[in-house]
T-cell receptor, first 115, second 114 residues
Framework: AQSVTQPDIHITVSEGASLELRCNYS??????LFWYVQSPGQGLQLLLK??????LVQGIKGFEAEFKRSQSSFNLRKPSVHWSDAAEYFC?????????????FGPGTSLSVIP | NAGVTQTPKFQVLKTGQSMTLQCAQDMNHEYMSWYRQDPGMGLRLIHY???????DQGEVPNGYNVSRSTTEDFPLRLLSAAPSQTSVYFCASNSGTGMNTEAFFGQGTRLTVV
């Protein structure tokens, strides 16, 4: 069965510091991978997604993620964090390109940013 | 541009009461879905619809009903609320079922069942 783990429940970084949020998935074939961000009181917004091709994916707001098949990981990175990046981040995996009911979300990582 | 609108934003129910969470989208999207978000568990799919008149169950459908009479609206009904249904509920819509489409989420409804 598919599963997604995000090992870090909460991370605190200083503004201007680099960020890496970890995501590991369990799935037999090549998965479809996503990162979403949820700002306080808001719904989820898609940051980026990986379907195939280049394993380094660029997203919105200066985020990028790298798909590493050998490590079953899809870690999210940002070189310099801004205070507005404080939010909850969710990694998600899907087994099907044609059915959103097959999307599994991770438990989320809460990011705090120190000014 | 309203996107996906959920009402109410907050609700407190007593055990056994029924209510309907409303969801409306103005993007003419065919695909709509309901999720619940619980601490440490991410989002779990309750029900989804691939178009007007068509609905199906997700991962955690028990205790919830849905219907889709129009493209715009996808209400979620709690038939007899239980404390286990205390959660934050999100409605989402996509322009299609293909994964190359993006899901747009509402702002959520925070439900407490006492």
């Amino acid at each position: 069965a598919q599963s997604v783990t995000q090992p870090d429940i909460h991370i605190t970084v200083s503004e201007g510091a680099s960020l890496e949020l970890r995501c590991n998935y369990s799935y037999g074939a090549t998965p479809y991978l996503f990162w979403y961000v949820q700002s306080p009181g808001q719904g989820l917004q898609l940051l980026l997604k990986y379907f195939s091709g280049d394993t380094l994916v660029q997203g919105i707001k200066g985020f990028e993620a790298e798909f590493k098949r050998s490590q079953s990981s899809f870690n999210l990175r940002k070189p310099s964090v801004h205070w507005s990046d404080a939010a909850e981040y969710f990694c998600a995996v899907a087994s099907s390109a044609f059915s959103y009911d097959k999307v599994i979300f991770g438990p989320g990582t809460s990011l705090s940013v120190i000014p | 541009n309203a996107g996906v609108t959920q009402t109410p934003k907050f609700q407190v129910l007593k055990t056994g009461q029924s209510m309907t969470l409303q969801c409306a989208q103005d993007m003419n999207h065919e695909y709509m879905s309901w999720y619940r978000q619980d601490p440490g568990m991410g989002l779990r799919l309750i029900h989804y619809s691939v178009g007007a008149g068509i609905t199906d169950q997700g991962e955690v459908p028990n205790g919830y009903n849905v219907s889709r009479s129009t493209t715009e609206d996808f209400p979620l009904r709690l038939l007899s609320a239980a404390p286990s249904q205390t959660s934050v509920y999100f409605c989402a819509s996509n322009s299609g079922t293909g994964m190359n489409t993006e899901a747009f989420f509402g702002q959520g409804t925070r439900l407490t069942v006492v």
